[in-house]
């Protein structure tokens, strides 16, 4: 994790983004639709950059700025994408056509665990990127992992969940989010043994775990 001040230094190398993505971002914030920040965004584009996968699972569109953001980087690549909730699924879809990336990424509305068969059929994939649910993290993982290549990457975002993670019980006034720690800390120990991943736990934005198959 950055400081505010370094934070703010960061952010002010990033590039400007295309006006249909800062669009996206200032939907994002009148709304309060949660979405990676710049710094961890930036990070995740540079590890999609080096990996170059061709086809690619994001679970968890929201209104579709890290799918847009992913295919401006990966323009040959394909991306399915799946999202729940009707409202955000149905500005993902517009929001996807605003950028005219119709061709390159596929929008599925529903629980992404009921929809397990529908997304197998449309891979297999080279990248996989987590940023739905996080009581669901090891649940999702576990479900679709399956239908990474040999060599696959899978990262999961928001894993140190605002630094509640290292933060002892009796600090976190939220019984809600105390649960949810729990379930974050037991997600990160499950990929730390996972013994077909190596595992490492990035703190940029709000904490990516990047775990590539041994395979």
Do not use: W
Request: aromatic share 8%; with cysteine; net charge negative.
């Amino acid at each position: 994790m950055v400081t505010d001040e370094m934070k703010h230094y960061l952010e002010g190398l990033i590039p400007n983004r295309s006006p249909e993505i800062e669009q996206i971002e200032i939907e994002a914030r009148e709304n309060s639709v949660p979405i990676m920040d710049l710094i961890g965004m930036e990070a995740l584009l540079q590890v999609l950059r080096i990996h170059k996968p061709k086809q690619i699972l994001e679970i968890g569109t929201a209104i579709g700025y890290s799918a847009v953001r992913i295919i401006h980087a990966l323009k040959e690549s394909q991306l399915v994408t799946i999202e729940r909730d009707h409202e955000r699924y149905t500005k993902a879809v517009d929001n996807i056509l605003k950028c005219g990336l119709t061709e390159n990424i596929t929008v599925l509305e529903g629980d992404a665990l009921e929809l397990i068969e529908e997304v197998g059929g449309k891979g297999p994939y080279d990248f996989i990127f987590i940023d739905a649910a996080k009581g669901q993290y090891e649940r999702f993982f576990t479900a679709f992992e399956k239908m990474l290549t040999p060599g696959g990457v899978i990262i999961s975002d928001n894993v140190l969940f605002r630094g509640f993670v290292s933060k002892q019980d009796e600090d976190i006034n939220s019984r809600r989010f105390r649960k949810l720690t729990h379930k974050i800390r037991s997600y990160n120990e499950f990929l730390i043994e996972h013994t077909n991943y190596h595992t490492t736990i990035l703190p940029v934005g709000d904490g990516m775990a990047v775990s590539i198959n041994k395979k």
